[in-house]
């Protein structure tokens, strides 16, 4: 598969727990990383591989994986997380990468 | 620290070819595991992945823009280059480079330059 599909748009209640998904036949292989991207920032990886957090990233995000869907699940969600969310990985060649079109996260 | 920075022209004409370096310090593109690729994100639409260059000199490419990219790498001046040619205005877009490190981020991109705006126009 050469694609990764994501939800345009989500939104929380603040301190309320979401989750943000990713399709993709390749999810069945590959983890999905996944970035937040603020306006006029550079993305920001948030979780890769099997559920492990980059340095600084807060434990209230987390990612897990069921079949050809890939998750992203922020718990207790806060105001500063209000931003777009893009999934990428490996397609199912292994040779390139796919990113999500990306999930707008409100937060209420 | 890790930094990546990308430079470059900010505007170029239809048909022209896109030069532009990627400049990064703190970490070397000879260390097993790192890559370094290049991303697009046209105004108000999704990040796209274009290319990327591994330490073992692997390069990848968007299958759907490889007859218009080249990567390369300069490991003596920590730099990676990405060629476009032909340009095109839906080639506007800002562009990310970023580092990989399988070690650290698997194969996610763990440190971003902060990009670079690239119009094309006439």
């Known amino acids: 598969s050469s694609e990764l599909t994501q939800d345009p748009a989500v939104s929380v209640a603040l301190g309320q727990t979401v989750r943000i998904t990713c399709q993709g036949d390749s999810l069945r292989t590959y983890y999905a990383s996944w970035y937040q991207q603020k306006p006029g920032q550079a993305p920001v990886l948030v979780i890769y591989?099997?559920?492990r957090r980059p340095s600084g990233i807060p434990d209230r995000f987390s990612g897990s994986s069921s079949g050809s869907t890939s998750s992203l699940t922020i718990t207790g969600a806060q105001a500063e997380d209000e931003a777009d969310y893009y999934c990428?990985?490996?397609?199912?060649?292994?040779?390139?990468?796919?990113f999500g079109g990306g999930t707008r996260l409100t937060v209420l | 620290q890790i930094t990546l920075k990308e430079s470059g022209p900010t505007l170029v004409k239809p048909t022209q070819t896109l030069t532009l370096t990627c400049t990064f310090s703190?970490?070397?593109?000879?260390?097993?595991?790192?890559?370094v690729g290049w991303i697009r994100q046209p105004p108000g639409k999704a990040l796209e992945w274009l290319a990327l260059t591994y330490w073992t000199d692997d390069e990848r490419y968007r299958p759907s823009l490889k007859s218009r990219l080249t990567i390369t790498k300069d490991t003596s001046k920590n730099q990676v280059v990405l060629i476009m040619t032909n340009m095109d205005p839906v080639d506007t877009a800002t562009y990310f480079c970023a580092r990989s490190n399988y070690d650290t981020s698997g194969d996610g991109f763990d440190i971003w330059g902060q990009g670079t705006m690239v119009t094309v126009s006439s």
């Open positions: 703190g970490f070397s593109l000879s260390t097993s595991g790192v890559a």
């Open positions: 591989g099997k559920n």
């Open positions: 990428d990985s490996r397609d199912t060649s292994a040779n390139h990468l796919l």
